[in-house]
């Protein structure tokens, strides 16, 4: 899956003084609560209670209840390395481990004291009678008989074959009914069959085993509480045997963007049309069908769907045979699929058209709904390019007949996976030649290109369990980037991927990061926020890092092998350790190294300097918080970090030397005297750099004399770090404005889109803050440095994809702070095009700009919102918002905020982008975070706890509050939701950033104040 907005820009985060990593928050805001060994008896209407499932287990324990843990080898394998949950340092030495494990030792028969012990004895009150005679833990069923399975995970008892699902959707009463038949195999003998299920009215179940042919009714229990239910066998299961299980069910179609989920649009003769699709990652396909609903269940799937016969359906596999009903309904019937997770499974019913071609047996085809269909080219180019290059690259055949990529009306997330049936957001999938920026094309092509790696790299090899997320999604977002530059160079996204490892380290700097692969993920919202950007691009970023140290040969052998050696199965990190180690055969321990990186949450700096012909270096954690009371605990975080540099004597064309630290500290042999030195060559290692300061300084000089010697990314990380350092105060923030005074000769993207990233996110907190002479004054002499570049600019489509891209963002820029050439300009554009009623077609690079400065009259206002109900591109569509959403108009803010929560006149898929664009400004950044507490519930509904819409939301509203009162007012906002909501990890970043943008001011106002 991509998530939306993932590829878009993330939130400014203003960070400055440190704080030790093992203090999230400060320690009065947070209460640990022991954890007690209440017993519980849990069932019907009680849902909304919110203990963890541990509280089973123990208790269980206690009861002598025997559980098939399937989790616990998983958790011991892991537990060598494995640090505290949250990730902070680790990676210990063997004398350490010795220590370590006897200190563990000592520490787990405490804890398991005080585990087993009342939660009442430590306190004032002591224990009650009431505590003590409370029942057994044993979750109870809706029918209010006991529910055989307590935990959260399926037993593994019970392996599920082959699924044949039969759906028959009412598109207009928005329900649907369906049956599935189950073959299973027992590995264990039992009693009891666990799979999960929700919101389902189940009517009959049968049970039969394979060696007869005598179906018998059984009973089934079902509870809500684990989304699970259990048919009770009429007979023991025995060890080896199969048997098959009919279930019939009728449910709602879901409202929300989860689940089989019902939508309905205008087209363009303006009748209304119905939608169905599904999106099942992570854990709805249990709501579309009973189901073995965890990714390592992996089991065929036949499906049959009944339909009107104005509609198509597709599924995963081709089209088996279609079936005209008595009732004049059609059966479409899908081959048998490959074998597969549940969350890949896929069936859309609705009004489409496509286009389709062959490539090698495999027919490739862009569904769109009938009147877009001639925005589909673009995709149907790209997808074929890029299929044919995965193909060869992972020397693997892509296994299916067909695949399908469909643009959906009404789409939560950018796209998904499904094998063989990709689903998309209309704007990820369709490109219209006349309004589809290059930016639009990019983004297309990157999402094809990730969803089309998924193929290999999640649907082939599946990660057991979402604790390994990244093994997906680090690499479909690696691939989507490396397969671009060598099949699209032209492109540039290796810019795009440079942003994206900036915005990830900022994020990773933060307390409220996490390790991205981690043991103690067991929870629906836990689940739902493994769905980040560090998952994707931290894991992305460490297999570029990786790539780059082993060579691109060796990356590629390990990557063939290991997809290879695992199709069709579920893996774990070590699985991918274990190919690289095969390859590298001893020459380098690539799982040991890795560890230092996976299972830690942050990132080290490495600080630099050079002493005659050697340069010093050492690493240390990155904090960017550091409260003076506290001092940092970074002691044992380490990690092996290869560290490649360049100096003015050995350059890109000779080679880079790489160094590796996995100590403290190291010392590198330069060879020869030299005048500077550049570390994290061209920005391929996932660290921070920092140098001592007559090393910056040679730097600037080289910058000031010729920046071209350094590559633009060598350029643009040195500004990253300069103004990341200054942040956390090893800097002046000075040095950096100082570093950045090159750029009138810098004609590359990279870099000067970073330096207007980094000024414009002091821009904007300075702006929030009243303080607009200063951030007047930061604009004048941001302006100053790009005067150039930007009167160079034309107003049109000419050149390089990458000047295209800085045309956008400099004109952009000139225009948002009113410079008057650029407005004047803009807006006689936006008047011709008035005149022409949006026929009159524009440069589509300066399109947003345009439409942002026509926004600004009431008129051009308007205008653009009567051409945002009738245009067909969604290329369009989202300039045109976004303009809008750029009002200063409150009311109008407002009224597009909760249009789009309404869904008439604007998708609600759209919502989190609006939210976004109207807290980013000065006229909506309060109003923002207003709409967001009074519909909180309603958002909740509609996107759900933990997932990244929600994610996205929450830093959207609260990313640029910097003062005392908003902080106690996120704060207490959310603490009123419920513990659950406070605990979600978004919310702890918007605490955390919000104090850091606290102290940033604190820190540099006065200074800013001064030199400026
Ligand atoms: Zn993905």
Redesign the pocket.
Same mark, same amino acid.
């Given at each position: 899956?991509?998530e939306n907005s993932m590829f878009e820009e993330e939130p400014d985060v203003v960070d400055l003084a440190k704080e030790p990593c093992l203090h999230p928050l400060e320690p009065d805001e947070v209460e640990y609560e022991p954890r007690g060994s209440r017993l519980l008896v849990r069932g019907l209407g009680e849902h909304e209670l919110d203990e963890d499932e541990e509280d089973y287990e123990s208790s269980a324990k206690l009861l002598g209840m025997s559980f098939m843990n399937r989790s616990s080898g998983l958790r011991n394998s892991a537990a060598g390395y494995r640090q505290s949950p949250d990730g902070t340092c680790s990676i210990p030495s063997a004398r350490t481990m010795v220590i370590c494990a006897f200190v563990i030792v000592v520490a787990i028969s405490v804890i398991m004291v005080i585990y087993l012990l009342p939660k009442c004895t430590f306190t004032k009150e002591g224990c009650h009678k009431k505590n003590q005679s409370m029942g057994l833990i044993q979750p109870v069923a809706t029918n209010g008989k006991l529910f055989p399975w307590a935990q959260n995970r399926l037993p593994t008892a019970i392996k599920p074959l082959r699924y044949e699902l039969n759906i028959h959707p009412n598109l207009t009463s928005m329900t649907f009914r369906g049956s599935v038949t189950i073959s299973v195999q027992a590995l264990q003998a039992t009693w009891k069959i666990i799979l999960h299920s929700t919101g389902h009215n189940i009517s009959r179940v049968t049970f039969m085993p394979a060696v007869s042919s005598q179906e018998k009714q059984v009973e089934v229990l079902e509870y809500p509480f684990h989304e699970q239910i259990a048919i009770v066998a009429p007979e023991a299961l025995l060890e080896g045997h199969n048997y098959t299980l009919k279930i019939e069910f009728s449910a709602n179609i879901s409202r929300s963007y989860y689940g089989f989920y019902g939508i309905s649009y205008t087209d363009e003769s303006k009748e209304k049309k119905y939608f169905a699709a599904t999106q099942f990652e992570p854990l709805a396909a249990r709501s579309a069908f009973p189901c073995f609903d965890e990714p390592a269940f992996k089991a065929t799937f036949i499906i049959r769907i009944i339909r009107d016969s104005q509609h198509s359906a597709l599924s995963n596999m081709p089209k088996k045979s279609s079936i005209v009903m008595e009732d004049g309904l059609i059966q479409d019937e899908f081959f048998e699929s490959v074998k597969m997770s549940t969350y890949l499974v896929a069936f859309i019913v609705g009004e489409m058209k496509n286009l389709s071609q062959d490539l090698n047996g495999t027919l490739v085809s862009i569904y769109a709904v009938p009147e877009k269909i001639n925005q589909v080219h673009h995709a149907l180019d790209t997808t074929v390019k890029l299929l044919e290059f995965y193909q060869n690259y992972f020397e693997i055949q892509y296994p299916l007949k067909k695949l399908d990529l469909v643009a959906i009306p009404d789409f939560e997330a950018g796209a998904m *996976?499904n094998w063989g049936l990709i689903t998309f957001r209309e704007e990820t999938l369709l490109y219209d030649n006349n309004t589809s920026s290059v930016a639009d094309r990019k983004l297309v092509t990157k999402i094809i290109a990730? *969803?089309l790696a998924?193929q290999w790299f999640?649907n082939l090899v599946t990660m057991q369990w979402w604790n390994d997320l990244w093994l997906? *999604?680090g690499f479909?977002?690696f691939m989507e980037y490396f397969s671009l530059e060598k099949i699209f160079e032209e492109l540039s996204s290796y810019e795009d991927f440079l942003d994206a490892r900036f915005k990830t380290m900022k994020k990773d700097s933060l307390n409220s990061s996490h390790p991205i692969s981690s043991s103690s993920i067991q929870s629906t919202e836990q689940i739902e926020e493994m769905f980040d950007s560090l998952s994707?691009f931290k894991g992305a970023s460490l297999l570029l890092m990786l790539k780059t140290f082993l060579s691109e040969d060796v990356f590629q052998h390990v990557i063939v092998l290991y997809l290879h050696n695992h199709s069709y199965a579920s893996i774990q990190s070590d699985d991918l350790w274990d190919s690289f180690n095969e390859v590298t055969n001893k020459t380098l321990d690539v799982k040991k190294m890795m560890k230092t990186w996976t299972l830690q949450k942050g990132f080290p700096l490495v600080t630099v300097q050079r002493k005659g012909k050697e340069l010093v270096i050492q690493q240390e954690r990155l904090f960017v918080n550091m409260k003076p009371e506290i001092q940092p605990s970074d002691a044992s975080c380490l990690w092996h970090i290869p560290v490649s540099y360049i100096t003015d004597r050995k350059q890109y064309s000779q080679y880079q030397s790489v160094s590796f630290l996995d100590k403290k500290s190291g010392v590198i042999n330069l060879t020869e005297e030299v005048q500077w030195v550049k570390v994290n060559v061209n920005m391929s290692g996932y660290y921070m750099v920092h140098y001592a300061n007559e090393d910056w300084e040679a730097l600037i000089k080289q910058l000031k004399t010729n920046p071209y010697v350094l590559s633009d990314k060598d350029r643009a990380n040195l500004i990253n770090n300069i103004f990341e350092l200054a942040g956390i105060g090893k800097m002046p923030l000075q040095r950096a404005f100082d570093l950045i005074d090159y750029l009138g000769n810098e004609t590359h993207t990279a870099p000067i889109t970073e330096a207007l990233f980094q000024t414009g996110r002091i821009y904007n907190l300075l702006e929030k803050l009243g303080h607009m002479d200063l951030a007047a004054r930061l604009v004048t002499r941001v302006f100053k440095l790009l005067q150039n570049q930007i009167q160079q600019q034309t107003w049109s489509d000419e050149g390089t994809p990458s000047m295209r891209e800085l045309r956008s963002v400099l004109l952009e820029f000139a225009c948002t702070y009113s410079q008057e050439n650029c407005r004047t300009t803009a807006m006689k554009l936006f008047e011709d095009w008035m005149v022409s009623n949006g026929t009159h077609s524009l440069p589509t690079d300066v399109m947003t700009t345009v439409f942002k400065v026509g926004s600004k009259t009431e008129k051009g206002w308007s205008f653009l919102l009567s051409i945002y109900y009738t245009v067909s591109s969604e290329a369009e569509k989202n300039k045109i918002l976004e303009a809008l959403a750029s009002s200063d108009d409150v009311r109008k803010l407002y009224w597009l905020m909760k249009s789009s929560l309404d869904g008439d006149i604007i998708q609600t898929q759209k919502l989190s982008f609006i939210i976004r664009t109207v807290g980013r400004r000065f006229p909506g950044h309060l109003l923002a975070w207003d709409f967001v507490k009074e519909n909180w519930n309603k958002l909740v509904q509609k996107f759900h706890l933990g997932s990244y819409t929600i994610q996205s939301i929450v830093a959207a509203s609260t990313h640029l509050f910097s003062t005392k009162a908003h902080l106690s007012e996120v704060r207490a906002f959310f603490e009123n939701e419920s513990e659950t909501t406070f605990r979600l990890r978004c919310v702890q970043e918007a605490l955390e950033v919000i104090q850091l943008n606290i102290q940033w001011m604190e820190k540099n106002l006065n200074t800013l104040t001064l030199w400026l």
């Open positions: 899956m991509i *996976e990730h *969803e998924h999640g997906n *999604e479909a977002t994707y």
